[in-house]
């Protein structure tokens, strides 16, 4: 199973961006599918998790800015990321959980939010 992630960039404060991460390989079926984000020198923290059922979890730094979203047939989670500040600038990494066995975790993709 592989992760495939992507839409990060450049992006100025008070914008916009969308993250999506694609499941591809055998999959029989996932569970929690999220996002973890890593800025230099710290450690990694949830930003944001969906069930296969769509309840979510967020971390307190992104509530009303960011949105998880999953299509559960693309096997493909989302991160909608709005008003973005400076702090969100950091590495960001999907990851999915399947009914047994270890995580999925895919390559990071950067988000920098500058003027």
């Known amino acids: 199973v592989q992760l495939q992630a992507s839409g990060g960039g450049l992006v100025q404060p008070g914008g916009s961006l969308r993250l999506s991460c694609a499941a591809t390989?055998?999959?029989?079926?996932?569970?929690?599918m999220g996002w973890y984000r890593q800025a230099p020198g710290k450690q990694r923290d949830l930003v944001a998790a969906i069930t296969s059922g769509g309840s979510t979890n967020y971390a307190d730094s992104v509530k009303g800015r960011f949105t998880i979203s999953r299509d559960n047939a693309k096997n493909t989670v989302y991160l909608q990321m709005n008003d973005v500040k400076p702090e969100d600038t950091a590495l960001y990494y999907c990851?999915?959980?399947?009914?047994?066995?270890?995580?999925?975790w895919g390559k990071g993709t950067q988000v920098t939010v500058s003027s």
């Open positions: 990851y999915a959980d399947p009914p047994w066995g270890s995580r999925y």
């Open positions: 390989g055998s999959i029989f079926s996932i569970n929690t």
